[in-house]
C-alpha cells in the first residue's frame, strides 16, 4: 500500500488561477518535502516541512506557499498560477531520527503533473 | 550549477551486460544517495554509501565513493530491462545537521537496457 500519496494526479490550470496540490503520507515521518522535475534539472526542492505547523523555503520557493496542517498531510498552493510552473510535482517524507543508520531516505509520491495554459 | 550531478545524459546497454553511471558533486557530504525512477512513478532509493565508506553494494548493485574527488559511481551488472530507468546521485548533509533531511539531487542519467 502507497505510503505516499498525492492528489491530483494530473491538472489543466488557467494562469492566474489558484492550484492546491495536496500530500498524505502514512509513513508517520515528522519530515515532508515538495519536489519538483523538470528536463535537464531533475528534482528541485520547492518547501520542507519537519513537522506540524512548520514550513521552511527551499531552493525554489518563488511563486510557492506551503502549508503543513497534520502530520501526515503537507499541500503546495500556487496563489496565481503561471506557465512557468507547468512541471511535475513530488511529494516525499522522511526522518533521519527515524532511522540514523538509514541515513536520510526519502520516501516518494507518484507526482503530480501540473500544466497551466 | 547543481551541487550534484551525473557525468551522462544517457546511457544505453544490452540486457546482461554491465553499467556504470558516475556522478560529482561540489559540496561537503556525510553521505549521498542513489535513486532510481522508474516512467511514471516517483524515485525510490537504491543504495546509500556514507562518507566514511568507500564501497557499498545491494544484490547487483555497487556504489562507490571518493571524497578526495568528490564523486560517485553506481555499477549495476548482468543488467535486465526492468532496469531502464532515471538514476540520481542525491547528496545528503543530515548527518551533518543532526536535525534536517535535505537531499541535493542531480539532473540524473537515463540509462536504457532492452534489446
Keep these: ?117 | 550549477s547543481q551541487l550534484a550531478e551525473e557525468n551522462s545524459w544517457a546511457l544505453s546497454v544490452h540486457e546482461g551486460e554491465s553499467v556504470t553511471v558516475n556522478c560529482s558533486y561540489k559540496t561537503s557530504i556525510t553521505a549521498l544517495q542513489w535513486y532510481r525512477q522508474k516512467s511514471g512513478k516517483g524515485p525510490a532509493q537504491l543504495i546509500l554509501i556514507r562518507s566514511n565508506e568507500r564501497e557499498n553494494r545491494n544484490g547487483r548493485l555497487r556504489a562507490t565513493l571518493d571524497t578526495s574527488s568528490q564523486s560517485s559511481s553506481l555499477s549495476i551488472t548482468a543488467t535486465r530491462c526492468e532496469d531502464t530507468a532515471v538514476y540520481f546521485c542525491a547528496t545528503d548533509g543530515s548527518l551533518l545537521s543532526g536535525s534536517f533531511n535535505k537531499l541535493t539531487f542531480g539532473a540524473g542519467t537515463r540509462l536504457a537496457v532492452c534489446p
Design chain 1, 1 to 117: 500500500e502507497a505510503a505516499v500519496t498525492q492528489s491530483p494526479r494530473n491538472k489543466v490550470a488557467v494562469t492566474g488561477g489558484k492550484v492546491t496540490l495536496s500530500c498524505n503520507q502514512t509513513n508517520n515521518h515528522n519530515n515532508m518535502y515538495w519536489y519538483r522535475q523538470d528536463t535537464g534539472h531533475g528534482l528541485r526542492l520547492i518547501h520542507y516541512s519537519y513537522g506540524a505547523g512548520s514550513t521552511e523555503k527551499g531552493d525554489i520557493p518563488d511563486g510557492y506557499k506551503a502549508s503543513r496542517p497534520s502530520q501526515e498531510n503537507f499541500s503546495l498552493i500556487l496563489e496565481l498560477a503561471t506557465p512557468s510552473q507547468t512541471s511535475v510535482y513530488f511529494c516525499a517524507s522522511g526522518d533521519y531520527r527515524a532511522s540514523p543508520n538509514s541515513g536520510n531516505t526519502l520516501y516518494f509520491g507518484e507526482g503530480s503533473r501540473l500544466i497551466v495554459v
